[in-house]
């Protein structure tokens, strides 16, 4: 009887616990509220400004404002148009550059976006910058952060349920089920949702930089750009992020949809 109220607690959750993605349409787990995820994003994000060195080179800080003011406000044009405006009715955008030779950007729930000095040295133009601003909004967009922390929740629920259907075995079955599962857990779960969504916000950040008006076509010269300066090169089944080659083909396949239906050119 434990066994089946266990699966069945885990059923009523997932049942329970579904969102969609903006652009994509895609079904995501989402087991946290909006209020939780933003308050602890809000601490850690100012808690990390706080100690941050604010770039002073001003004509690259005021780059990466405006390019993400203007991705920003086409994403919330867009999701009024389509009545997903309150999916983000919470987010207060800031963009801001940072000094770091390390080349990265990344984005919290909420909107608050930080990109490193480093990978502004691969960016020539406001398109490219759109590249990447458009990526990370489309982190904050598609919730992201909520659906990985819904996913440990699930996997650490699983190996509750795990000990309650184990239970009554030996010791030793019960702690080979408990690594596999947890193999199982950040090989064929984890880390391939991680790879979906960085997937999902390369696609989505082309959609978003098209409807702000910038051209998608520069985001394979970007990204080709970004694997050349890349020192680490892991196997994509341990990796969170797709291969270099994975991603590039995956937007070259997109970019003539997203051509097709979101280019504005106004830019």
Request: glycine share 6%.
């Amino acid at each position: 009887m434990k066994k089946i109220l266990a699966l069945l607690s885990v059923a009523a959750l997932l049942l329970t616990s579904c969102g969609s993605v903006p652009i994509t349409g895609r079904k995501q787990l989402n087991l946290v509220s909006d209020s939780e995820v933003l308050q602890s994003s809000l601490q850690s994000y100012t808690s990390f400004m706080s100690t941050a060195k604010v770039s002073t080179q001003k004509t690259q800080s005021a780059q990466v404002t405006r390019v993400g003011k203007n991705i920003a406000a086409a994403t919330e044009a867009y999701l009024k148009a389509v009545g997903m405006e309150s999916e983000i009715k919470n987010y207060a955008w800031e963009f801001n550059l940072v000094k770091s030779d390390e080349v990265n950007a990344w984005c919290m729930p909420g909107g608050k976006i930080v990109v490193y000095e480093g990978i502004m040295k691969l960016v020539s133009s406001d398109d490219e910058l759109a590249v990447v601003l458009g990526h990370e909004v489309a982190h904050a967009v598609a919730k992201h952060a909520n659906e990985r922390m819904s996913q440990q929740m699930l996997a650490q629920t699983g190996a509750n349920v795990l000990g309650v259907i184990t239970q009554g075995k030996s010791n030793t079955t019960q702690a080979v089920a408990q690594q596999v599962y947890g193999l199982g857990a950040q090989y064929g779960v984890m880390q391939p949702f991680s790879r979906k969504h960085e997937s999902e916000a390369d696609y989505m950040g082309l959609v978003l930089m098209s409807i702000a008006g910038y051209n998608p076509d520069v985001a394979i010269t970007f990204w080709q750009k970004m694997s050349a300066a890349s020192s680490a090169k892991v196997p994509e089944f341990l990796s969170s992020h797709p291969s270099d080659a994975t991603r590039i083909k995956q937007i070259q396949e997109k970019l003539p949809e997203v051509k097709k239906n979101y280019c504005t050119g106004k830019k």
